[in-house]
């Protein structure tokens, strides 16, 4: 069974920085698409960056600058960095992935965590 399991999240004040890690588990045999996305209180989900098997990435316009995602293929991981965080940050952060493993090929959520920013 497949699981992406997220850490790395807390309480850092504004300014501060934070790194969100993303480690994918079970029978896969690849991974095309990762990416994190963030659910504010009373708002909808919303895609914060991606990055595709190749590196290519993209970012929601209100973090370019400051956030950057990469991943570690050989620990079928994606991390977050977040740089100058701001209160408007604070959400919860979801990992995702697009792979193919022993149930074919399928979409996958972590099962979120929290940052928060105070400012």
Do not use: H
């Not at 993209?58 to 990469?70: E, L, T």
């Amino acid at each position: 069974q497949v699981q992406l399991v997220e850490s790395g999240g807390g309480l850092v004040q504004a300014g501060g920085a934070l790194r969100l890690s993303c480690e994918a588990s079970g029978s896969i045999f690849s991974i095309n698409a990762m990416g994190w996305y963030r659910r504010a209180p009373g708002k909808q989900r919303e895609l914060v960056a991606g990055i595709t098997s190749g590196g290519l990435t993209n970012y929601a316009d209100s973090v370019k600058g400051r956030f950057i995602i990469s991943r570690a293929n050989a620990k079928n991981t994606v991390y977050l960095q977040m740089n100058s965080l701001k209160a408007e940050d604070t959400a919860v952060y979801y990992c995702n992935a697009d792979l193919y493993g022993s149930n074919g090929s399928l979409n996958y959520w972590g099962q979120g965590t929290q940052v928060t920013v105070s400012s």
